[in-house]
C-alpha cells in the first residue's frame, strides 16, 4: 500500500481549486442580443425622435379587426362575410363571440401605455439637452399626446367608461376602484390637447419637413373639437373647428375620388392619417395596413394578379338608397364599389330601374377593376379600394400603399356648421359658407338657411364608412330610430360595446357598469 | 520417556501442520455458466480480504497465499454471486447460474456508479434489448409504456422526438418540462443524434435522491444514457443490426364526404355556404347518384398520405485485452415520411470508444460520436389545409389555365374565403436541415491511493451545427389571388457549441462492517449559440431549374426584415458531494450536495440536497430463512432540485428597432418595454417512499414508490394589467404526486422453455398550490384554460353541456335561452343546452367550470415475453387516461365555419327532435349561443390502450465448428393498434390543445441480429 506524500495531493486540490474559482465571474455575463436600454445614451438628443417615431409606428399598425369594431355598427355599413360575431355587433348585439372587442380594449391601451414609455424616454433625454433640445423635447412629448388622444378618444366612444392611463406603471390600475365615464374621458382628452396645443408646430402636417404628415397644432385642435362635440359642448367645438378654419391653412382636395387613393396622401385636406407605405419598391418590407376585410370576395382586377378580399364590410342599401335620391354623383361613385348582384338588389328593392341608375352605377371603376361578387358582400366600400393601377407594381396585396385618414378637413367645416346651428357663436364663417364648401367640391347645389336636418344628412353623405362618424353621430344627437333599419332595433342602453369577459375577469369593477 | 518423544513428534508435527495453515494454499480451478461456457473476467475474492483476482479468456483462474478456512466469493455481473468454502481444496470449479436481475449489478448514478442493492433513490433501467425492439429515430421513444411514472408523447413526423414528461408537470411554462439528458456525461437537452443501435443503458432518475446530484437540471428528472463500450479480457465481439420496415397511417380521421358536406352546409342557415354548393355543382357538374351533390368527391388525406419506409443498419465490434478495451460502431438510420411530399429523416453515426489503462494506477479514455443527419421537414400546413378543404372541390381544375406551375383548384371560385387547396403549398415548399452533431470526451483516472481515492478528471465537448434551408416556390391560382407571389429563400445557420469541465475526488473504503463512498467535485460549463440568418426574395426558379440556384447571392432582393443575428451564451459553475454509507449492505445511508451557479437568472446561485436511508430488511436475521422473500428493501428519501429549462430573463427594460412611414419614405424609430423581468431558480421539493422486493426465488421482482414533489418559485406568466401581453415571475407553488409499481415475474419452465410476464402502473395528482394572490391564471385565447388554487395547471375551462334543446316548447320553457333570445341572440333546437352552474337564469361567463385537464391520472403498461427453444416473442400494451383533449378542430368552426368537418360529427349531428341528445345542428355549431365560449362539447376524454409492440423473433441454430455466428431473424409490429373514443388522429396530445394533424404510423419491421 503506497500512499501519497499529503503535500503533493494539497498542492494538486489547491491547484483545482484557483482554476475553478476564476471562472466564477462568468455567471455575471449579461443576456446577448439585447438593446438594453438601461445602457441608451441620453446626451445624444438627436435620439429623441427615435422614440417619438416608435409611438407613431405602433399608433398606426392595427390589427385588421380593430378599425371594423369601431366602424361597422351604423346604418352607412353592414357587417358582411362570415364573421358572426362582428354580424351580431352589428345589429348590437354584444357576445364574446367577436374577438376584435377584446383586441381593440388590449392593442389599444398596449399602445397607449406605449405612448407613455415614449414620453417618458423623451424626458430622460431632456435632462441632458440644452435649450433648443428641451423645446424640441416638449414639442415631441405634446406629439405624443396627441397620437395617444387619438386612440383613447376612439375607445371610449367604443366602449363609453374606460381607464385613464397617467404613466406607463401597470402597476397603478392594480387595485382600481372607479372607472371614469365618457364625459370624463373626453373633458380629459380636450384638457391633454389644450396641454398640448402650445409646444405643437403651426403647420399642416404635410408642409412639416422633419415628420412629414406628423401631428400638428390643427391636429390637436381637431381632436378638441372632436371630444367636445362628444360632450354636446358646442362652444367649445366651434371655437376649435373655428380657429383650424380661420388659419386658411387648409383647403378641400378638388378630386374627391382620389382624396382616398395615392393621389389625395399627404393633400392639403389631411388633418391626420395612419400612413402605409411600400416605399417605392415592388417587393421587400414595407409598412402596411391589412386592407382585405374591405375588398369584394372575387373580382377582375384591371392589373392581374392582383389580390381580392373578404368582403367582411359592405356599404348599406339604406345608404345608397339615400344617396341616390339626393342625386349624389361624384360621392356615390367613391363611397360605394357596386357588384353586379348588389346592383341587382338595388333595381329588385327601390324604385330605380337600369334605366334610371346613374352610369357610374356599375360593377367596374373608372380605373378598370370589376367587382365580380356573388356572395358575402355585395357592395364594397369605395373609400378603402384602391385601384389596382395604382398599386406600386409587383404589390398585390388589397389597398398596399394606401393609407387611412382620421380627420380631415371637410369634417372640421361640417362639425363647426353644427356647433353654430346647435347655438354656438363664431365669426370666421357662416354655417351655409362653410356646408356649401363641401357641397361644392361633391358637385351638389349650395344650400341657404341650413338646418341641423341638412347638416347630419351632409355628414351622412360625406363622412359614410369613415371610422363609424355617422353611427356616434346617431347616438349623440338621439337618432335611434334612424338606427333601427333593416330589421335591427337600437335603444339607447346598446350605445357601447359590451366589455369582454378577459376584461371583466381582470377588472372585476366593469363587470358593474352597465354599458 | 517413550510418551514424551511421541508426544514430541506429535507437536513438530502439529506444528508442521500449523505452519502449513498459515502459509495458505494455492487454488485454481475454472468458472463456467451452467451451460458449460467459460466466465473470462470473473472476479474470484477471499472473502474478507482483498487478495483477489480474475478469470482468463477460457475461464481459468489461479490464487496463491488462501487460507484454507476461508471462503472464496465468485462474482460475475449477470450472474449469481456463489460463496465456497476452500476447506483444503486445491481445485474448485465453479458454475454460475444466470440471475436476471442480480442486486449486486452495478447501476450508472450520477458521476459514479453505486450498486443496485444499495440504492435508495427511484430509478428504473433499461437494457439494450428492449431500447432496440422499437424501430424509431428517437431512443427516447422506446421507454414508452416502460417505466413508471414516465410520459412519453409520440409525435409522428421523421426524426422528432417524443415529448417526455417525469412524474408531472412542475412547470407551469411549457416547454420547459423536459428532463435533463447525460450521455456519458454530457449534457443535453434532447438525444435525436443517437441511433438505438448506440445505446448500453438508458437510466431513469426519477426521485430526487437519485437526480439531485445534478442539481439545477434536475428539477424535471434525468435520464443517464450510457453508450456501448467494451469490457476487460474480451474476445472482439462482432455484430450486425439491421432492419427494413414499412410505415402506415394508422387511425386516420376520416372526414365528411360530399354528400355529407353537401348537407351539412344546407343545413348550417349560411346562405353563403348553401351557394358555395351550387357553385360547386355548376363548375363540375351533377353527381350521378345524388344530383343534389356535385360531381366530386375529394378524399384529401388519401391523397396526401403514402406509406413510408424505414430502415436502420448498424455494425460494430467491441472487445477488450488486459489494459484496453474498445468499442466501435456504425450505423445508418432512414425515415420516410407518410406526407406526401419531399419528407424524411437520414442520419449517419459514428462512435469509437476507447479506454486504455496506462500503469496501473492511471487509465484514459476517449470517446467521439459523430453524427450526421438531414431532415426534410413537412409542412405542417399542407396537413391543416387537408384536414379543413371542402371535399366538393378536385385538386386539380383545368379551367384554370393561368394558375402556376399547375392547374390548382381554388375553393375561393366556390366563395369560400380561403383557397383551401393543400397541393399548390405541398409542391412548392422544401423545408431542409443538416444537422451535425460532434461530441468528444476525453477522460482521466488517477487512483491517488489505489483502489481507495481515485481522481477523475473528464473534458466533454459537444458541437452541433444546424444548417437550415427554407424555400418557397411561387405558385398562383389565376384569379383575384396571387397566392405565393415571390419566390423565398430563407437561410439560417446555427452553432451550438458546450464544453464542460469535470473535475471529481472519490473515496472508496470499508473498516468491517462498514463501507463507505465519498464523492466531491466541481463542474463548469460554457454554452454557447449564435444564429444567422437572411432571407431573399426572387431567386431564379422555374421548371428545369432546381437546388443550384436556392443560393441568397442569386436572389433579386434581400428583405431586410428577414436578417436576423442571435446570440446566447451562459456559464455554468457548480460544486457537488456525495456520501454513501452502508453498514453490513443492511443499512443504507445516502446525501449530495450541489451549489449551482449559473449567468442565466438575476439571481444567479441555488443550493440543492438530499439525503435518503434504506433498510434491507431481507438481510435481518428475521428474514434470513424465509422462503418467499429473497430480498425486500425499504427506502425514502428527501431532496431539492432546480429547474434550468426556464427561459432566461432580461433583467433590464430593452428596445425593438421598428419602421415608421412619413411621406413614403422610411423612418426609423424605437420602441421601448416599459416592465422587465428578473428571475431566480425554479426549486422543486421532493418526497419518496418506495420498496423493492425479489420473492420466490427471484421470480418476481417488485419495485413500488409514493412520491410528493413541490416546485416553488415557479415561474408564472403573470398578465400584465390592461394590456396584453405577459411578464414572467416567480410566485407560484405547483405540486405532483403520485403511486408508481413495477412488478415483474421471470421463470424458466425448462431448458427449452422460459417466460416473463410484468407490468406497471402509475398515477399522477397535479395541484396548484399558490398563485400569488392572482385569483386565477387565464391562458389560451378562446380555447379557455384557467389555472385556480386547488385545481390542476391549465385545465380547460367553459360551459358544461346538458343535451340538446330537441323542440321550440323546450327552449320556450327554459329561462336561459329566453333570456338570451331577449338579448338579440338566436336559440333554436339543435343548439346545445348548458348548465346553468350559478341559477341566475343566464348563460354567460359566470357558468364556465372546469372541464378537465391535459395530463393523464393514470397509465400503465404490461409486457409478456416468452422464450420457446429457438424462438422468442415478445408483447407490450400501454396505456393512460384521466385527461382530456380540445378538440381544437372542430371549435375551429367559429373562425371558419365553411370548413370541412370530420364524419363522426357529419353523421351524429342533431337534424329533427329526437335524433340525437349529444350533438348539436349544423345549424347550432355554428351559432354563437353554442360556441360563444368553449364548453364539454368540444372537450373530450383522451383515455386510450395501445398494442405497443409485438415481436416475434427466431434464432439460428448453432453451426459445427469454428465459424459460429449467432443469427437472429425476427419481424416488429409497433403500433399496430390503438384503441380510442376521441375524434382526433390521435389521443396523445402533449398539452391538450389538438391542432394536430400529423397521423401516428404504425410501423412494421423485418430484421436480422448477427453476432460473430
Redesign the interface.
Known amino acids: 500500500m503506497k500512499y501519497i506524500k499529503v503535500n503533493k495531493l494539497t498542492v494538486l486540490l489547491a491547484f483545482l481549486g484557483t482554476v475553478l474559482i476564476g471562472c466564477s465571474d462568468d455567471l455575471d455575463q449579461p443576456e446577448l442580443n439585447n438593446n438594453f436600454a438601461g445602457g441608451t445614451d441620453f446626451s445624444q438628443t438627436d435620439d429623441m425622435i427615435l422614440s417619438l417615431i416608435g409611438v407613431y409606428q405602433s399608433v398606426a399598425d392595427r390589427g385588421w379587426e380593430q378599425p371594423l369594431v369601431v366602424a361597422t355598427r351604423g346604418d352607412d355599413v353592414n357587417a358582411a362575410g362570415d364573421q358572426q360575431g362582428l354580424k351580431n355587433q352589428d345589429r348590437y348585439v354584444y357576445d364574446n363571440s367577436f374577438f376584435g372587442s377584446r383586441t381593440l380594449w388590449e392593442t389599444y391601451y398596449g399602445d397607449i401605455i406605449g405612448a407613455h414609455t415614449g414620453m417618458e424616454q423623451i424626458e430622460r433625454y431632456m435632462e441632458f439637452a440644452d435649450d433648443e433640445g428641451i423645446a424640441l423635447g416638449n414639442q415631441y412629448i405634446a406629439e405624443a399626446k396627441v397620437l395617444r388622444a387619438v386612440l383613447l378618444f376612439q375607445l371610449s366612444q367604443v366602449y363609453g367608461s374606460v381607464f385613464i392611463p397617467t404613466s406607463s406603471n401597470l402597476n397603478d390600475f392594480a387595485d382600481v376602484t372607479s372607472v371614469p365615464s365618457k364625459d370624463e374621458v373626453m373633458q380629459h382628452i380636450s384638457n391633454q390637447m389644450d396641454e398640448a396645443i402650445p409646444f405643437l408646430l403651426d403647420l399642416r402636417p404635410n408642409e412639416r419637413t422633419d415628420l412629414p404628415g406628423g401631428v400638428t397644432k390643427y391636429t390637436a385642435l381637431m381632436i378638441k373639437a372632436e371630444a367636445n362635440q362628444e360632450l354636446e359642448n358646442y362652444q367649445a367645438v366651434a371655437d376649435a373647428a373655428g380657429e383650424i378654419i380661420a388659419s386658411g391653412k387648409f383647403t378641400l382636395f378638388p378630386d374627391y375620388y382620389e382624396l382616398f387613393k395615392t393621389p389625395g396622401k399627404l393633400s392639403d385636406e389631411n388633418l391626420f392619417e395612419f400612413q402605409y407605405s411600400d416605399f417605392g419598391n415592388g417587393e421587400g418590407d414595407r409598412v402596411s395596413h391589412l386592407y382585405a376585410p374591405y375588398g369584394p370576395n372575387s373580382w377582375n382586377p384591371e392589373v392581374d394578379g392582383s389580390s381580392n378580399g373578404w368582403g367582411f364590410f359592405e356599404p348599406s342599401l339604406k345608404y345608397i338608397e339615400f344617396m341616390l335620391d339626393r342625386g349624389e354623383t361624384e360621392r356615390l361613385e367613391t363611397s360605394v364599389f357596386f357588384s353586379q348582384k348588389g346592383i341587382d338588389s338595388l333595381i329588385a328593392s327601390t324604385p330605380y330601374t337600369t334605366e334610371t341608375l346613374p352610369s357610374f352605377v356599375s360593377p367596374t371603376t373608372r380605373d378598370g377593376d370589376e367587382n365580380t361578387s356573388t356572395v358575402r358582400s355585395i357592395f364594397s366600400s369605395g373609400k378603402h379600394y384602391l385601384p389596382t393601377n395604382q398599386l406600386i407594381p409587383g404589390r398585390t396585396e388589397y389597398g398596399s400603399n394606401k393609407n387611412n385618414i382620421v380627420f380631415r378637413y371637410s369634417e372640421t367645416l361640417l362639425m363647426y356648421a353644427e356647433a353654430l346651428v346647435q347655438g354656438a357663436n363664431n365669426s370666421t364663417m357662416t354655417a351655409d359658407e362653410s356646408v356649401n364648401l363641401v357641397r361644392s367640391r361633391a358637385n351638389m347645389a349650395p344650400l341657404s338657411g341650413v338646418t341641423l336636418d341638412q347638416i347630419v344628412d351632409e355628414k351622412y353623405a360625406e363622412l359614410s364608412m369613415e371610422w363609424g362618424k355617422r353611427f356616434f353621430d346617431m347616438v349623440r344627437l338621439g337618432r335611434y330610430d334612424e338606427l333601427s333599419f333593416d330589421g335591427r332595433t337600437f335603444t339607447e342602453d346598446k350605445a357601447f360595446v359590451t366589455y369582454h369577459q378577459d376584461q371583466i375577469d381582470e377588472f372585476p369593477i366593469l363587470g358593474e357598469i352597465a354599458n | 520417556m517413550k510418551i514424551g518423544i511421541k508426544f514430541l513428534t506429535f507437536c513438530i508435527l502439529l506444528g508442521h501442520l500449523t505452519v502449513f495453515a498459515q502459509n495458505g494454499i494455492s487454488v485454481s480451478g475454472t468458472v463456467s455458466d451452467d451451460s458449460g461456457q467459460p466466465l473470462p473476467g470473473a472476479s474470484i475474492i477471499v472473502k474478507g480480504t482483498t487478495t483477489g483476482t480474475q478469470t482468463d479468456f477460457d475461464g481459468l483462474y489461479a490464487l496463491n497465499d488462501v487460507p484454507n478456512n476461508s471462503t472464496l466469493v465468485i462474482s460475475y455481473i449477470g450472474y449469481a454471486t456463489q460463496e465456497i468454502a476452500v476447506n483444503g481444496q486445491t481445485t474448485i470449479d465453479i458454475s454460475l447460474s444466470e440471475d436476471s436481475q442480480a442486486l449486486d449489478e452495478v447501476v450508472v448514478v450520477g458521476y459514479g456508479t453505486q450498486k443496485k442493492a444499495d440504492l435508495t433513490g427511484s430509478i428504473a433501467t433499461i437494457k439494450t434489448e428492449d431500447i432496440t425492439r422499437t424501430p424509431t429515430s428517437a431512443a427516447m421513444q422506446s421507454l414508452q409504456g416502460k417505466v413508471a411514472g414516465l410520459q412519453v408523447v409520440s409525435s409522428g413526423a421523421p426524426g422528432t422526438g417524443p415529448t417526455i414528461r417525469v412524474r408531472g408537470i412542475g412547470s407551469y411554462v411549457g416547454g420547459a418540462s423536459n428532463p435533463l439528458y447525460v450521455v456519458d456525461g454530457t449534457f443535453f437537452d434532447d438525444i435525436d443524434f443517437l441511433n438505438t443501435e448506440d445505446i448500453e443503458t438508458i437510466s431513469v432518475l426519477k426521485d430526487a435522491s437519485a437526480s439531485a446530484i445534478y442539481g439545477v437540471r434536475a428539477a424535471n428528472g434525468v435520464v443517464l444514457i450510457e453508450t456501448k463500450s467494451g469490457k476487460i479480457n474480451q474476445k472482439p465481439e462482432i455484430t450486425y443490426n439491421g432492419y427494413q420496415g414499412v410505415q402506415i397511417a394508422q387511425n386516420v380521421v376520416k372526414l365528411s364526404n360530399s354528400e355529407q358536406f353537401a348537407t351539412l352546409a344546407r343545413e348550417s342557415g349560411?346562405?353563403?355556404e348553401a351557394?358555395?354548393i351550387d357553385n360547386a355543382i355548376q363548375r363540375y357538374g351533377r353527381s350521378r347518384i345524388n344530383p343534389n351533390v356535385p360531381d366530386v368527391n375529394t378524399d384529401w388525406y388519401d391523397l396526401i398520405l403514402r406509406h413510408a419506409l424505414q430502415q436502420n443498419h448498424s455494425i460494430g465490434v467491441a472487445g477488450g485485452t488486459e489494459s484496453v478495451t474498445y468499442s466501435l460502431g456504425l450505423n445508418y438510420f432512414e425515415q420516410e415520411g407518410i406526407l406526401n411530399m419531399k419528407n424524411d429523416y437520414e442520419r449517419f453515426n459514428i462512435r469509437s470508444k476507447i479506454n486504455v489503462d496506462i500503469t496501473d494506477r492511471l487509465d484514459i479514455g476517449i470517446s467521439t460520436l459523430f453524427s450526421n443527419a438531414t431532415r426534410y421537414r413537412p409542412e405542417d400546413t399542407a396537413f391543416a389545409l387537408a384536414y379543413y378543404a371542402t371535399p366538393t372541390m378536385p385538386v386539380l381544375d383545368p379551367s384554370k389555365t393561368?394558375a402556376y406551375p399547375r392547374p390548382y383548384a381554388n375553393a375561393?371560385?366556390l366563395?369560400y374565403?380561403g383557397t383551401q387547396n393543400p397541393f399548390p403549398v405541398m409542391e412548392n415548399t422544401e423545408n431542409r436541415e443538416k444537422v451535425r452533431n460532434t461530441l468528444t470526451t476525453i477522460d482521466l483516472n488517477y487512483q491517488?491511493?489505489?483502489d481507495k481515492?481515485t481522481?477523475k478528471t473528464a473534458f466533454y465537448h459537444n458541437f452541433e451545427t444546424t444548417e437550415t434551408r427554407e424555400v418557397r416556390l411561387p405558385y398562383?391560382f389565376g384569379?383575384?389571388?396571387?397566392f405565393r407571389?415571390?419566390a423565398e429563400l430563407i437561410k439560417r445557420n446555427a452553432t451550438f457549441s458546450e464544453q464542460t469541465w469535470d473535475?471529481t475526488?472519490t473515496y472508496n473504503d470499508s473498516y468491517g462492517k462498514h463501507n463507505l463512498t465519498a464523492l466531491i467535485g466541481?463542474s463548469?460549463r460554457?454554452r454557447s449559440y449564435e444564429q444567422l440568418e437572411a432571407k431573399g426574395?426572387?431567386f431564379p426558379n422555374g421548371p428545369g431549374i432546381g437546388d443550384e440556384s436556392y443560393y441568397l447571392d442569386l436572389a433579386?432582393?434581400i428583405?431586410?426584415?428577414g436578417v436576423g443575428?442571435?446570440?446566447?451564451?451562459q456559464?455554468f459553475?457548480s460544486y457537488f458531494g456525495r456520501i454513501a454509507y452502508n453498514f453490513d449492505s443492511k443499512y443504507l445511508l445516502y446525501g449530495t450536495f450541489r451549489a449551482d451557479?449559473?449567468?442565466?437568472y438575476q439571481e444567479?446561485w441555488g443550493y440543492f440536497p438530499t439525503v435518503g436511508v434504506g433498510w434491507v430488511v431481507s438481510e435481518e436475521s428475521f428474514l434470513e430463512n424465509s422462503n418467499v422473500i429473497d430480498f425486500l428493501k425499504l427506502r425514502a428519501s428527501w431532496g431539492e432540485l432546480g429547474n434550468a429549462n426556464v427561459d432566461?430573463s432580461?433583467?433590464?427594460?430593452?428596445?425593438?428597432?421598428?419602421?415608421?412611414?412619413?411621406?413614403?419614405?422610411?423612418?426609423?424609430?424605437?420602441?421601448?418595454?416599459?416592465?422587465f423581468e428578473a428571475l431566480k431558480w425554479e426549486v422543486t421539493a421532493e418526497t419518496n417512499v418506495g420498496l423493492t422486493a425479489r420473492l420466490f426465488d427471484n421470480k418476481l421482482t417488485i419495485d413500488s414508490d409514493y412520491y410528493v414533489r413541490e416546485t416553488r418559485d415557479a415561474v408564472i406568466p403573470v398578465?400584465?394589467?390592461?394590456?396584453?401581453?405577459e411578464t414572467r415571475q416567480n410566485v407560484g407553488v405547483i405540486r405532483n404526486s403520485g403511486f408508481e409499481i413495477v412488478a415483474n415475474w421471470n421463470q424458466k419452465v425448462s431448458d427449452n422453455f422460459s417466460f416473463s410476464v410484468g407490468g406497471n402502473f402509475s398515477t399522477l395528482d397535479n395541484e396548484v398550490l399558490d398563485l400569488a394572490g392572482q385569483e386565477?391564471l387565464?391562458s389560451g385565447?378562446?380555447t379557455a384554460q384557467r389555472t385556480v388554487v386547488g385545481g390542476s395547471i391549465s385545465p380547460f375551462f367553459g360551459l358544461k353541456v346538458d343535451g340538446v334543446y330537441q323542440t321550440d316548447e323546450e327552449i320556450l320553457s327554459d329561462p336561459a335561452a329566453q333570456a338570451a333570445i331577449a338579448?338579440?341572440?338566436t336559440v333554436a333546437p339543435g343548439d346545445l343546452k348548458f348548465v346553468d352552474q350559478n341559477g341566475d337564469m343566464v348563460i354567460d361567463?359566470q357558468d364556465r367550470v372546469d372541464l378537465g385537464s391535459y395530463l393523464p391520472t393514470y397509465s400503465f403498461g404490461f409486457n409478456l415475453g416468452m422464450n420457446y427453444k429457438a424462438w422468442d416473442f415478445n408483447l407490450n400494451v400501454i396505456g393512460q387516461g384521466g385527461n382530456v383533449i380540445a378538440n381544437q378542430k372542430r371549435f375551429a368552426i367559429?373562425?371558419?365555419?365553411?370548413a370541412n368537418v370530420d364524419r363522426d360529427f357529419a353523421v351524429n349531428r342533431w337534424n329533427g327532435a329526437g335524433s340525437t341528445n349529444s350533438y348539436p345542428s349544423a345549424k347550432g355549431i355554428?351559432?354563437?349561443w353554442s360556441?360563444?365560449?368553449l364548453s364539454s362539447f368540444f372537450v373530450e376524454k383522451g383515455d386510450f390502450v395501445r398494442l405497443q409492440n409485438v415481436t416475434l423473433g427466431y434464432t439460428l441454430p448453432k453451426l459445427n465448428g469454428k465459424f459460429n455466428p449467432d443469427i437472429r431473424f425476427y419481424i416488429t409490429a409497433e403500433r399496430p393498434l390503438t384503441f380510442f373514443n376521441y375524434n382526433g388522429f390521435t389521443p396523445e396530445v402533449s398539452d391538450g390543445r389538438d391542432t394536430e394533424v400529423y397521423p401516428i404510423p404504425g410501423v412494421y419491421t423485418f430484421g436480422v441480429n448477427i453476432k460473430i
Not at chain 2, 443575428?565 to 451564451?569: I, Q, Y
Request: no cysteine.
Open positions: 349560411s346562405d353563403a351557394q358555395s393561368e375561393q371560385d366563395g374565403r491517488l491511493v489505489p481515492l481522481l398562383f384569379n383575384g389571388n396571387a407571389e415571390n473535475n475526488l466541481t463548469y460554457d426574395l426572387n433579386n432582393s428583405d431586410i426584415d443575428d442571435d446570440g446566447v451564451r456559464y459553475f451557479g449559473t449567468s442565466k444567479k432566461s432580461t433583467g433590464g427594460i430593452t428596445s425593438d428597432a421598428v419602421d415608421g412611414a412619413f411621406g413614403d419614405v422610411r423612418y426609423p424609430g424605437l420602441v421601448t418595454s416599459s416592465d398578465s400584465r394589467l390592461l394590456v396584453p401581453g386565477n387565464t385565447g378562446d338579448d338579440g341572440l361567463a367559429r373562425q371558419t365555419p365553411d355554428r351559432n354563437p360556441n360563444q365560449f
